[in-house]
């Protein structure tokens, strides 16, 4: 019998979707000799019957493309849809296209509909994609490399104008409640200030790193996570998507660190939202490969039936994990995070003194379980 295997990409768009539709898609034919079945629009495909053949002509040349071929959707889900619990609409529509199983990329909103989806009779393969890197029991996700290089590119920019200007420049990431974008595209683009969700920041204590940065002449680059917080502040919400998975999309702390500085600094301050174009571009080659990796992975966990699974990689290899492990998680920036301890190492301010404080404790601990 030859097997039959669904792609679904959801949640929202990153770098290397492509690259894993093909690398699927190429593994099931060759390796497994599998028919495969692209749904589209992520799980709306499922509720709408919407599906396309996939097959090694219409997945040739994808490998360096953003996007999704299938495209996608974050704002579905099937218990809610316009109010109403179709699960049932797409447990008929699964049977219907007679599939074996479903290989979904995403982030962990998809991973739980579909752990939910699975206690209802289908089969999934998740693969972990989103540019926040925020997915628990995996060191990575694609899409996230590649976002960094984009904010690495913008700092770059936005470093000469303001050298030239003399201007304090405030760069905000996405990431939603996790700083990983921030954190690594801050220290990659020797930002001076970085401030993440996992660290509520005082006011004055960035106000103190600007300062002494500027008695030299030298205004200072501050990266913010889209959901960082000003201690004893709440997120800056920049809308409520109703009936989504997630309702509430961050946005806007940015701007409204820049009024609360210039209450207090005569410097100029500007600010970028880098917003979307962190998640389109061109796939760096790191996340080609990575995507690679783990959607050849996810054609060998179908090809053995081991179902109801997310394929993760940790210290460097690859493994599998029961998708309910992931569901409804989110994996933040620890205190014991290499690249965070480097960042204070460096003297690079997160605007927490306690954090700062936390450094020698933290190498101490480090040196004795060594
Ligand atoms: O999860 C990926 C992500 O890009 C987040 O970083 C961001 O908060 C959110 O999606 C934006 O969602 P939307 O595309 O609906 O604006």
Redesign the pocket.
Known sequence: MVMKIGVLTG??D?SGLNAAIRAITKSLIHEFGAEVIGIEKGILGLLENKTKPLNLASVSGLIDKGGTLLKTC??VSPFNYHGNDCSQLVVDNYKALQLDGIIVMG?DGTMSMCHELSQLGLNFVGVPK???NDLVNTDRTFGFETAVGVVVDAIDRLKTTSYSHNRIMIIET???YAGW?ALHAGLAGAADVILLPEYPYELDTVISAIESRAAHESPSIIVIA??AIAKGGDYIVSKT?EN?PDAI???GVGHHLQQELEKHISLEVRTTVL??I??GGTTSAFDRIFSTNVGCYAASLVAQGRYGRMVTVQNGKLSSIPLESVANKTRTVQKDDMTLISALSLGICFGDKNLQASLTTINDEKMKSN
């Open positions: 949640g929202g990153c974050n704002n982030g989103t540019i926040d996405m990431g939603r974008i889209e959901g998507v989504s999309r961050l946005g917003g979307h962190q998640r």
